[in-house]
């Protein structure tokens, strides 16, 4: 399995950035994909994740706090990538940010921000924001 991040770089304040993370060697239609972020001397923290409804009919999306309203996350079944649109980015956004996979699994809780429960991480790409 790989999760092959890319699209970081710097970007100014108030701009925008789109980060793709594809993912291979898995089964993409029978997973949640999260993102998740590690800014410099603090811990891994959620950003955003899109999951499966229990029905397997549609998709749910999650945010964190200090991203709702500026950032979305969408996922492309054709070419197996997740992606993270960055809008209005502030330099508090400044981070490696890392994709990640879980498996959905039947009759387990599934806390989309619990990085711990997923089974597949990316490489990560750093995004700098200028201010």
């Known amino acids: 399995v790989q999760l092959q991040a890319s699209g970081g770089g710097l970007v100014q304040a108030g701009g925008s950035l789109r980060l793709s993370c594809a993912a291979s060697g898995l089964t993409f239609s029978r997973y949640d994909m999260g993102w998740f972020r590690q800014a410099p001397g603090k811990e891994r923290e959620a950003v955003a994740a899109?999951?499966?409804?229990?029905?397997?009919?549609?998709?749910?999306?999650y945010y964190a706090d200090p991203v709702k309203g500026r950032f979305t996350i969408s996922r492309d079944s054709a070419k197996n990538t997740v992606y993270l649109q960055m809008n209005i980015v502030k330099p508090e956004d400044t981070a490696v940010y890392y994709c990640?996979?879980?498996?959905?699994?039947?009759?387990?809780?599934?806390?989309?921000?619990?990085?711990?429960?997923?089974?597949?991480w990316g490489q990560g790409t750093q995004v700098t924001v200028s201010s």
């Open positions: 990640a996979a879980v498996l959905v699994r039947p009759s387990t809780a599934r806390s989309w921000a619990d990085q711990h429960r997923y089974d597949y």
């Open positions: 899109t999951t499966w409804t229990w029905s397997w009919s549609g998709l749910n999306t």
